[in-house]
């Protein structure tokens, strides 16, 4: 079946640390998005990319970086610099197809310690 | 810039009673609309979207929105609530240009709990 893999579900670090979040699709996507939640902000777009090897930053992109070296993958690295880490983070990959539908990944919760 | 208002952080109604989300938007050409739905420490699931054609749209579970140009308005309805219907849920806006990176925006959610 097509779908969309975050990994790991649940991760925990300790302050400092950098930390890589993982997100596959097998949908043939062109478009991923990285978003984050929180209680009552709803959720926030840090990074998009439209193809591989080209990605733009979204409205708190301050503390992350991502990567786009193959159309399946989209690696998330929170980074130290990222002073309020702990957060529900979603992956998404859409359609380029006129009606846009995005897939979400079942998210991963990190938090930092 | 796009953006999307959701009024309301928490909806609560009874069970079998009318369910109103409320999402206005903010855009410079009519958006593509969507409404997506995440039961708890899940990912996003759709509902239903609106890109052109007729403005009263219907989705998965009985739930319907209706695209208001005039209100900029494309609020989430449901006839009758039920239980399983309680979840989190997100107006969303993405733009239409079919070329480039399209943004898709996010409300900040509504909580809807049903009573029983």
């Known amino acids: 079946d097509g779908g969309i893999t975050q990994s790991p579900k649940y991760l925990f670090r300790k302050e400092g640390q950098n930390v890589t979040l993982s997100c596959e699709q097998n949908?043939?996507?062109?478009?991923m998005y990285w978003y984050r939640q929180d209680p009552g902000q709803g959720l926030r777009l840090i990074y998009y990319s439209q193809i591989v090897n080209d990605f733009q930053k979204g409205d708190i992109a301050e503390g992350y970086s991502v990567s786009r070296e193959k159309k399946e993958s989209f690696p998330l690295t929170v980074t130290s610099a990222q002073k309020n880490p702990t957060a529900f983070y979603l992956c998404a990959s859409r359609d380029q197809g006129i009606f846009g539908k995005a897939f979400f990944g079942q998210g991963t919760r990190l938090t930092v310690v | 810039a796009q953006s999307v208002t959701q009024l309301g952080s928490h909806v609560s109604v009874s069970e079998g009673a009318l369910v109103l989300l409320r999402c206005n938007y903010s855009s410079s050409v009519p958006p593509y609309l969507f409404w997506y739905v995440q039961y708890p420490n899940q990912g996003l699931q759709l509902l239903l979207k609106?890109?052109?054609?007729?403005?009263l749209v219907k989705g998965i579970n009985g739930f319907e929105a209706e695209f208001k140009k005039s209100e900029t308005s494309f609020h989430l309805t449901k006839p009758s609530a039920h239980m399983s219907d309680a979840a989190e849920y997100f107006c969303a806006v993405s733009d239409k240009i079919p070329q480039g990176a399209q943004k898709l925006v996010f409300g900040q959610g509504t909580r809807l709990t049903i009573n029983p």
């Open positions: 949908l043939n996507h062109d478009a």
């Open positions: 609106y890109t052109t054609g007729a403005t």
